[in-house]
Protein backbone atom coordinates (compact mmCIF):
# COMPACT_ATOMS: atom_id res chain seq x y z
CA UNK A 1 0.00 0.00 0.00
CA UNK A 2 2.55 2.54 1.27
CA UNK A 3 4.63 1.84 -2.30
CA UNK A 4 1.49 2.45 -4.67
CA UNK A 5 0.93 5.59 -2.81
CA UNK A 6 4.81 6.72 -3.54
CA UNK A 7 4.18 5.89 -6.99
CA UNK A 8 1.15 7.53 -7.46
CA UNK A 9 2.14 10.69 -5.97
CA UNK A 10 5.89 10.56 -7.95
CA UNK A 11 3.80 9.65 -11.79
CA UNK A 12 1.15 12.43 -10.81
CA UNK A 13 4.46 15.19 -10.13
CA UNK A 14 6.00 14.20 -13.60
CA UNK A 15 3.15 13.81 -15.64
CA UNK A 16 2.19 17.57 -14.21
CA UNK A 17 5.64 18.85 -14.87
CA UNK A 18 6.49 16.83 -18.17
CA UNK A 19 2.61 16.98 -19.88
CA UNK A 20 1.34 19.97 -19.17
CA UNK A 21 4.30 22.30 -17.63
CA UNK A 22 3.05 23.05 -14.32
CA UNK A 23 5.82 22.94 -12.33
CA UNK A 24 3.85 25.29 -9.43
CA UNK A 25 1.14 22.47 -8.92
CA UNK A 26 3.79 19.38 -8.83
CA UNK A 27 5.72 21.06 -5.95
CA UNK A 28 2.64 20.46 -3.13
CA UNK A 29 3.02 16.96 -4.62
CA UNK A 30 6.69 16.34 -3.54
CA UNK A 31 5.96 18.06 -0.16
CA UNK A 32 3.32 15.81 0.39
CA UNK A 33 5.08 13.07 -0.29
CA UNK A 34 7.95 14.00 2.16
CA UNK A 35 5.67 14.16 4.34
CA UNK A 36 4.25 11.22 4.01
CA UNK A 37 7.69 9.16 4.13
CA UNK A 38 8.19 11.36 7.33
CA UNK A 39 5.15 10.18 9.11
CA UNK A 40 4.81 6.70 7.42
CA UNK A 41 7.11 5.37 9.40
CA UNK A 42 5.88 6.38 12.70
CA UNK A 43 2.51 4.83 12.83
CA UNK A 44 2.64 5.57 16.89
CA UNK A 45 3.26 9.26 16.20
CA UNK A 46 0.05 9.68 14.15
CA UNK A 47 -1.81 7.28 16.28
CA UNK A 48 -1.38 9.87 18.98
CA UNK A 49 -1.97 12.77 17.16
CA UNK A 50 -5.47 11.39 16.16
CA UNK A 51 -6.70 11.01 19.60
CA UNK A 52 -5.30 14.51 21.26
CA UNK A 53 -8.48 16.47 19.78
CA UNK A 54 -6.99 19.40 21.13
CA UNK A 55 -4.83 19.27 18.10
CA UNK A 56 -6.51 16.80 15.57
CA UNK A 57 -9.75 19.20 15.59
CA UNK A 58 -7.69 22.66 14.75
CA UNK A 59 -5.33 20.84 12.19
CA UNK A 60 -8.64 19.81 9.99
CA UNK A 61 -10.44 22.88 9.99
CA UNK A 62 -7.45 24.78 9.52
CA UNK A 63 -6.61 22.24 6.76
CA UNK A 64 -9.67 22.14 5.09
CA UNK A 65 -9.64 26.19 5.49
CA UNK A 66 -6.19 26.05 3.27
CA UNK A 67 -7.78 23.04 0.80
CA UNK A 68 -11.32 25.94 0.46
CA UNK A 69 -9.02 29.34 -0.33
CA UNK A 70 -6.50 27.16 -2.38
CA UNK A 71 -9.12 25.65 -4.89
CA UNK A 72 -10.31 28.66 -5.19
CA UNK A 73 -7.32 30.93 -6.19
CA UNK A 74 -5.58 28.51 -8.03
CA UNK A 75 -7.93 25.69 -9.62
CA UNK A 76 -11.88 26.82 -10.12
CA UNK A 77 -14.63 28.99 -9.03
CA UNK A 78 -18.30 29.33 -10.12
CA UNK A 79 -19.65 32.55 -11.36
CA UNK A 80 -23.27 33.46 -11.82
CA UNK A 81 -24.53 34.84 -15.40
CA UNK A 82 -26.52 37.77 -14.55
CA UNK A 83 -27.87 39.35 -18.27
CA UNK A 84 -28.59 38.11 -21.66
CA UNK A 85 -25.76 39.40 -23.01
CA UNK A 86 -24.40 35.57 -23.88
CA UNK A 87 -27.56 34.09 -25.04
CA UNK A 88 -27.78 31.60 -26.19
CA UNK A 89 -24.84 30.16 -24.91
CA UNK A 90 -25.62 31.14 -21.44
CA UNK A 91 -28.83 32.40 -20.00
CA UNK A 92 -29.24 34.54 -16.94
CA UNK A 93 -28.90 32.28 -13.58
CA UNK A 94 -26.52 30.13 -15.10
CA UNK A 95 -23.90 28.94 -12.43
CA UNK A 96 -20.70 28.56 -14.61
CA UNK A 97 -17.50 26.18 -13.63
CA UNK A 98 -14.64 28.72 -14.51
CA UNK A 99 -11.04 27.10 -14.55
CA UNK A 100 -7.84 29.08 -13.70
CA UNK A 101 -5.59 26.14 -14.88
CA UNK A 102 -6.47 26.87 -18.56
CA UNK A 103 -4.54 29.60 -18.65
CA UNK A 104 -2.89 29.60 -15.13
CA UNK A 105 -4.07 31.20 -12.18
CA UNK A 106 -3.56 34.87 -11.36
CA UNK A 107 -2.26 35.95 -7.90
CA UNK A 108 -3.90 38.24 -5.90
CA UNK A 109 -2.41 41.76 -5.60
CA UNK A 110 -4.22 42.35 -2.37
CA UNK A 111 -5.84 40.14 0.71
CA UNK A 112 -9.25 41.49 -0.39
CA UNK A 113 -8.88 39.14 -3.55
CA UNK A 114 -8.32 36.09 -1.04
CA UNK A 115 -11.34 34.56 -0.33
CA UNK A 116 -12.73 34.78 3.83
CA UNK A 117 -9.30 36.62 4.15
CA UNK A 118 -10.93 39.45 2.88
CA UNK A 119 -13.31 38.98 5.61
CA UNK A 120 -10.71 39.45 8.17
CA UNK A 121 -9.67 42.46 6.44
CA UNK A 122 -12.57 44.42 6.41
CA UNK A 123 -12.62 44.48 10.26
CA UNK A 124 -8.98 46.14 10.26
CA UNK A 125 -9.39 49.89 9.69
CA UNK A 126 -5.77 50.15 8.24
CA UNK A 127 -6.40 47.85 6.00
CA UNK A 128 -9.70 48.70 4.68
CA UNK A 129 -8.28 52.03 4.27
CA UNK A 130 -5.96 50.42 1.71
CA UNK A 131 -9.35 48.50 -0.22
CA UNK A 132 -8.58 49.63 -3.85
CA UNK A 133 -4.75 49.38 -3.63
CA UNK A 134 -2.32 47.36 -5.49
CA UNK A 135 -0.14 45.39 -2.36
CA UNK A 136 1.46 42.94 -4.69
CA UNK A 137 2.49 42.85 -8.34
CA UNK A 138 0.53 41.02 -11.08
CA UNK A 139 1.91 37.44 -10.97
CA UNK A 140 0.49 34.65 -13.36
CA UNK A 141 1.53 31.13 -12.67
CA UNK A 142 1.65 28.60 -16.12
CA UNK A 143 -1.20 27.22 -17.35
CA UNK A 144 -1.46 23.92 -19.85
CA UNK A 145 -2.92 26.06 -22.91
CA UNK A 146 -2.69 29.62 -24.04
CA UNK A 147 -6.31 31.61 -25.33
CA UNK A 148 -7.96 31.14 -28.52
CA UNK A 149 -10.43 32.61 -30.82
CA UNK A 150 -13.66 31.45 -29.39
CA UNK A 151 -13.12 30.81 -25.90
CA UNK A 152 -15.48 32.29 -23.46
CA UNK A 153 -13.51 34.24 -20.69
CA UNK A 154 -14.63 35.42 -16.92
CA UNK A 155 -13.25 38.75 -16.63
CA UNK A 156 -12.62 41.85 -14.57
CA UNK A 157 -15.07 44.46 -16.14
CA UNK A 158 -11.84 47.01 -17.28
CA UNK A 159 -13.89 49.81 -16.24
CA UNK A 160 -14.61 48.33 -13.00
CA UNK A 161 -12.52 45.90 -11.50
CA UNK A 162 -15.26 44.80 -9.01
CA UNK A 163 -17.34 43.65 -11.57
CA UNK A 164 -17.14 40.19 -13.28
CA UNK A 165 -17.66 39.96 -17.18
CA UNK A 166 -18.43 36.52 -19.24
CA UNK A 167 -17.96 37.26 -23.05
CA UNK A 168 -16.28 35.09 -26.10
CA UNK A 169 -12.82 36.15 -27.06
CA UNK A 170 -12.61 37.19 -30.90
CA UNK A 171 -9.33 39.10 -31.33
CA UNK A 172 -5.82 38.04 -29.92
CA UNK A 173 -3.03 39.73 -29.71
CA UNK A 174 -1.89 41.39 -32.64
CA UNK A 175 -5.26 40.59 -34.63
CA UNK A 176 -6.97 43.18 -36.54
CA UNK A 177 -10.40 43.31 -36.01
CA UNK A 178 -13.25 44.69 -38.28
CA UNK A 179 -16.92 44.89 -38.59
CA UNK A 180 -18.85 44.81 -41.34
CA UNK A 181 -22.46 45.40 -41.96
CA UNK A 182 -22.64 43.16 -38.60
CA UNK A 183 -20.43 40.78 -39.99
CA UNK A 184 -16.90 40.55 -37.81
CA UNK A 185 -13.58 39.91 -39.91
CA UNK A 186 -10.45 38.67 -37.78
CA UNK A 187 -7.14 39.91 -39.92
CA UNK A 188 -9.33 39.63 -43.41
CA UNK A 189 -10.59 36.35 -42.73
CA UNK A 190 -14.95 35.84 -41.74
CA UNK A 191 -14.98 35.31 -37.99
CA UNK A 192 -16.44 31.42 -37.70
CA UNK A 193 -19.37 32.16 -35.59
CA UNK A 194 -20.84 30.11 -32.56
CA UNK A 195 -24.14 28.31 -33.74
CA UNK A 196 -25.17 29.89 -30.64
CA UNK A 197 -24.34 33.24 -31.16
CA UNK A 198 -27.75 35.49 -31.89
CA UNK A 199 -28.05 38.36 -34.51
CA UNK A 200 -31.01 40.79 -35.18
CA UNK A 201 -31.83 40.19 -39.37
CA UNK A 202 -34.69 41.28 -41.38
CA UNK A 203 -36.22 38.20 -43.09
CA UNK A 204 -37.83 38.71 -46.43
CA UNK A 205 -40.84 36.01 -46.99
CA UNK A 206 -43.68 35.09 -49.51
CA UNK A 207 -45.97 33.05 -48.24
CA UNK A 208 -46.79 34.41 -44.65
CA UNK A 209 -49.17 32.37 -43.54
CA UNK A 210 -46.38 29.18 -44.14
CA UNK A 211 -43.51 31.57 -42.85
CA UNK A 212 -45.81 31.85 -39.21
CA UNK A 213 -46.26 28.07 -39.42
CA UNK A 214 -42.50 27.76 -39.61
CA UNK A 215 -41.48 30.13 -36.78
CA UNK A 216 -44.41 28.29 -34.30
CA UNK A 217 -42.08 25.13 -35.32
CA UNK A 218 -39.03 26.50 -33.68
CA UNK A 219 -40.67 28.75 -31.16
CA UNK A 220 -39.01 31.83 -32.77
CA UNK A 221 -42.91 33.60 -33.11
CA UNK A 222 -42.68 35.84 -30.26
CA UNK A 223 -38.82 36.98 -31.13
CA UNK A 224 -40.31 38.98 -34.21
CA UNK A 225 -41.25 42.34 -35.12
CA UNK A 226 -43.36 42.33 -37.99
CA UNK A 227 -43.36 45.07 -40.63
CA UNK A 228 -46.33 47.74 -39.32
CA UNK A 229 -47.24 48.37 -43.00
CA UNK A 230 -47.77 44.66 -44.19
CA UNK A 231 -44.69 44.55 -45.88
CA UNK A 232 -43.47 40.85 -46.89
CA UNK A 233 -40.20 41.09 -43.95
CA UNK A 234 -39.91 40.72 -40.39
CA UNK A 235 -37.00 41.66 -38.07
CA UNK A 236 -36.20 38.50 -36.10
CA UNK A 237 -33.23 37.56 -33.54
CA UNK A 238 -31.88 34.44 -34.40
CA UNK A 239 -28.99 31.94 -33.64
CA UNK A 240 -26.57 31.14 -36.63
CA UNK A 241 -28.21 27.10 -35.96
CA UNK A 242 -31.52 28.93 -36.58
CA UNK A 243 -30.74 31.58 -39.40
CA UNK A 244 -29.63 28.41 -41.05
CA UNK A 245 -32.64 26.30 -40.46
CA UNK A 246 -34.63 28.76 -42.09
CA UNK A 247 -32.90 29.84 -44.92
CA UNK A 248 -33.56 26.67 -46.48
CA UNK A 249 -36.87 27.24 -46.46
CA UNK A 250 -38.68 27.81 -49.56
CA UNK A 251 -40.75 30.69 -48.22
CA UNK A 252 -37.73 32.84 -47.65
CA UNK A 253 -37.01 35.02 -50.06
CA UNK A 254 -33.80 36.54 -48.84
CA UNK A 255 -32.37 37.83 -45.25
CA UNK A 256 -29.45 40.32 -44.33
CA UNK A 257 -28.20 41.03 -40.99
CA UNK A 258 -30.12 44.27 -39.60
CA UNK A 259 -27.57 46.52 -38.28
CA UNK A 260 -27.76 49.77 -36.48
CA UNK A 261 -26.09 53.27 -36.98
CA UNK A 262 -25.75 53.96 -33.65
CA UNK A 263 -22.25 55.52 -33.04
CA UNK A 264 -22.20 57.06 -29.82
CA UNK A 265 -22.29 53.34 -27.96
CA UNK A 266 -19.21 52.98 -29.42
CA UNK A 267 -15.41 52.72 -28.20
CA UNK A 268 -14.54 56.38 -27.64
CA UNK A 269 -11.43 56.18 -29.86
CA UNK A 270 -14.09 55.21 -33.07
CA UNK A 271 -16.37 58.16 -32.43
CA UNK A 272 -14.36 60.99 -34.63
CA UNK A 273 -14.86 57.67 -37.57
CA UNK A 274 -18.88 57.25 -36.81
CA UNK A 275 -18.18 53.56 -36.47
CA UNK A 276 -20.76 51.74 -35.26
CA UNK A 277 -21.51 48.42 -32.93
CA UNK A 278 -22.05 46.67 -36.99
CA UNK A 279 -19.32 48.88 -38.73
CA UNK A 280 -16.25 49.06 -36.73
CA UNK A 281 -12.63 49.13 -37.67
CA UNK A 282 -10.11 48.01 -38.76
CA UNK A 283 -8.34 47.59 -35.22
CA UNK A 284 -5.31 46.05 -34.18
CA UNK A 285 -4.86 44.61 -31.06
CA UNK A 286 -1.89 45.61 -28.66
CA UNK A 287 0.31 42.80 -28.23
CA UNK A 288 3.25 42.87 -25.53
CA UNK A 289 6.51 44.09 -27.48
CA UNK A 290 4.19 45.56 -30.62
CA UNK A 291 5.41 48.89 -30.73
CA UNK A 292 3.38 51.73 -32.50
CA UNK A 293 3.91 55.01 -34.04
CA UNK A 294 1.83 57.95 -33.08
CA UNK A 295 -0.20 59.97 -34.99
CA UNK A 296 -3.91 61.24 -34.22
CA UNK A 297 -5.37 58.25 -35.27
CA UNK A 298 -3.64 55.76 -33.23
CA UNK A 299 -3.30 58.57 -30.05
CA UNK A 300 -7.11 58.46 -30.10
CA UNK A 301 -7.75 54.72 -30.46
CA UNK A 302 -4.83 53.79 -27.67
CA UNK A 303 -4.67 56.77 -25.49
CA UNK A 304 -7.08 55.10 -22.79
CA UNK A 305 -4.89 51.86 -23.07
CA UNK A 306 -2.21 53.87 -22.19
CA UNK A 307 -3.53 55.68 -19.29
CA UNK A 308 -5.68 52.64 -17.33
CA UNK A 309 -3.60 49.51 -18.24
CA UNK A 310 0.23 50.73 -18.84
CA UNK A 311 -0.66 53.33 -16.10
CA UNK A 312 1.11 56.28 -18.51
CA UNK A 313 -0.16 60.14 -18.76
CA UNK A 314 -0.80 60.61 -22.68
CA UNK A 315 -0.99 64.12 -24.36
CA UNK A 316 -1.57 66.19 -27.42
CA UNK A 317 -0.36 69.09 -27.87
CA UNK A 318 0.27 71.04 -30.84
CA UNK A 319 0.52 67.84 -33.29
CA UNK A 320 2.94 66.27 -30.80
CA UNK A 321 2.77 63.69 -28.57
CA UNK A 322 3.55 63.42 -24.72
CA UNK A 323 3.76 60.38 -22.05
CA UNK A 324 4.67 61.40 -18.57
CA UNK A 325 5.22 64.88 -20.09
CA UNK A 326 8.11 63.61 -22.48
CA UNK A 327 7.52 63.80 -25.88
CA UNK A 328 7.92 61.03 -27.79
CA UNK A 329 7.03 59.58 -31.41
CA UNK A 330 6.15 55.48 -30.61
CA UNK A 331 4.90 53.34 -27.86
CA UNK A 332 5.39 49.93 -26.81
CA UNK A 333 3.00 47.80 -24.68
CA UNK A 334 3.89 46.28 -21.67
CA UNK A 335 1.03 43.54 -21.74
CA UNK A 336 -1.01 41.85 -24.31
CA UNK A 337 -4.88 42.73 -24.87
CA UNK A 338 -7.68 40.63 -26.09
CA UNK A 339 -11.04 41.80 -27.91
CA UNK A 340 -13.88 40.67 -26.72
CA UNK A 341 -17.69 39.76 -27.80
CA UNK A 342 -21.26 38.76 -26.06
CA UNK A 343 -23.02 36.37 -28.77
CA UNK A 344 -25.97 38.13 -28.47
CA UNK A 345 -24.25 40.81 -30.59
CA UNK A 346 -26.92 43.60 -30.45
CA UNK A 347 -27.53 43.21 -26.83
CA UNK A 348 -24.02 43.48 -25.40
CA UNK A 349 -21.67 45.58 -24.20
CA UNK A 350 -18.19 44.27 -25.50
CA UNK A 351 -15.21 45.80 -26.38
CA UNK A 352 -16.75 47.69 -29.53
CA UNK A 353 -17.81 49.63 -26.50
CA UNK A 354 -15.84 49.91 -23.59
CA UNK A 355 -12.15 48.78 -25.36
CA UNK A 356 -9.34 46.08 -25.22
CA UNK A 357 -9.21 43.71 -22.35
CA UNK A 358 -6.06 43.09 -21.14
CA UNK A 359 -4.26 40.07 -19.71
CA UNK A 360 -3.79 40.96 -16.13
CA UNK A 361 -8.10 41.15 -16.23
CA UNK A 362 -8.67 38.18 -17.48
CA UNK A 363 -9.65 35.54 -14.37
CA UNK A 364 -9.93 32.25 -16.06
CA UNK A 365 -11.93 30.00 -18.98
CA UNK A 366 -15.92 29.15 -18.02
CA UNK A 367 -15.87 24.93 -18.90
CA UNK A 368 -19.37 24.53 -18.24
CA UNK A 369 -22.97 25.60 -16.27
CA UNK A 370 -22.93 23.56 -13.30
CA UNK A 371 -26.89 24.33 -13.07
CA UNK A 372 -29.23 26.93 -14.01
CA UNK A 373 -31.63 28.64 -11.74
CA UNK A 374 -34.17 31.50 -12.63
CA UNK A 375 -37.40 33.04 -11.94
CA UNK A 376 -38.97 29.74 -13.62
CA UNK A 377 -36.97 27.73 -10.83
CA UNK A 378 -34.05 25.15 -11.86
CA UNK A 379 -33.61 24.21 -15.58
CA UNK A 380 -32.60 20.43 -14.90
CA UNK A 381 -31.37 20.03 -19.05
CA UNK A 382 -28.51 22.72 -18.17
CA UNK A 383 -26.71 20.86 -15.81
CA UNK A 384 -22.88 19.77 -16.19
CA UNK A 385 -23.67 21.65 -19.74
CA UNK A 386 -20.42 22.07 -21.61
CA UNK A 387 -19.81 25.31 -22.44
CA UNK A 388 -18.77 25.69 -26.51
Known amino acids: ?133 VWWDYKRLDGYTNIKRQDILVFNFPDNKKIFFIKRCIGLPNDNISIINGTVFVNGERECIALTSKITYRMWYTQKKYFRHLLDSINMNSYCKWSPFDEKYVDIILTSKQQKLLNVSSCIDSLKIQTTDDHLRCYSGSKQHSWTIDNFGSLRVPQKGMTIQFNSRNFEFYKKVLKKFENFKPQRKDGHFFINGEEVKEYTFKQDYYFMMGDNRHNSADSRVWGFLPEDHIVGKAICVLFSNSEEGINWSRTFKAID
Not at 98 to 112: A, Q, T, W
Request: hydrophobic share 50%; charged share 15%.
Open 1 to 133: MKRKIYITLISASIIITAVFGLVWLSIPLFIGLGFYSLFSSNIKIIQWLRKQHFISVPSFSIGLFILTIGIRLLFFEVFAIPSGSMEDTLLPGDKVLVSKLNYGPRLPNSPFQIPWVNLLCYYNAEARSKIDS
